[in-house]
T-cell receptor, first 114, second 112 residues
């Protein structure tokens, strides 16, 4: 069975600083990979996805993520964080040909200092 | 285009009762999945329906069930509620199995 690890439970960055959120997955083949963001009291919003092809994926709100097969990682990055980026971020893995059954990491809560 | 709509947004029940939650997917989406989110267990997959058939099921007891209607709307039911069922229940829809899922804002269920 697949699994996802987000090693950082909390991260605090200053506004304008760069950001990298880590995600490691365990799965025997190439999975589908996703990053979602959740603001308090809200559902999950899709930031970006990787299915195949170019390993550097661009998403919404200036986010990008890079799939590294050798490291089983899919880290999320943003060059300059805005105060509105404060939220919880979830990495998720899906399996080819298995319908929609996502396995989520535990999440990373991002706080932004002014 | 309207997003995924979940009703109700909030629900309070007592132990032993049963509850039904509703989800209307994005128009044209045929896959509907349900997830449970709790502080202790995080986000866990409950089940997925596609064209009125359950296609995948997570590791939850039989008290948790669901169904999908011909218009792709879905309901999930939890019977004999327990305190541990208190959670945010999220519904997600997608066009098919290889398309990303779009989530609703969830139903927050509190068990007293």
């Amino acid at each position: 069975a697949q699994s996802v690890t987000q090693p950082d439970i909390h991260i605090t960055v200053s506004e304008g600083a760069s950001l990298e959120l880590r995600c490691n997955y365990s799965y025997g083949a190439t999975p589908y990979l996703f990053w979602y963001v959740q603001s308090p009291g809200q559902g999950l919003q899709l930031l970006l996805k990787y299915f195949s092809g170019d390993t550097l994926v661009q998403g919404i709100k200036g986010f990008e993520a890079e799939f590294k097969r050798s490291q089983s990682s899919f880290n999320l990055r943003k060059p300059s964080v805005h105060w509105s980026d404060a939220a919880e971020y979830f990495c998720a893995v899906g399996v080819n040909n298995a319908g929609n059954m996502l396995t989520f990491g535990g999440g990373t809560r991002l706080m932004v200092k002014p | 285009k309207a997003g995924v709509t979940q009703t109700p947004r909030y629900l309070i029940k007592t132990r032993g009762q049963q509850v039904t939650l509703s989800c209307s997917p994005i128009s044209g989406h045929r896959s509907v999945s349900w997830y449970q989110q709790t502080p202790g267990q995080g986000l866990q997959f409950l089940f997925e329906y596609f064209s009125e058939t359950q296609r995948n099921k997570g590791n939850f007891p039989g008290r948790f069930s669901g169904r999908q209607f011909s218009n792709s709307r879905s309901e999930m039911n939890v019977s004999t509620l327990e305190l541990g069922d208190s959670a945010l229940y999220l519904c997600a829809s997608s066009l098919s199995g290889d398309q990303p899922q779009h989530f609703g804002d969830g139903t927050r269920l509190s068990i007293l």
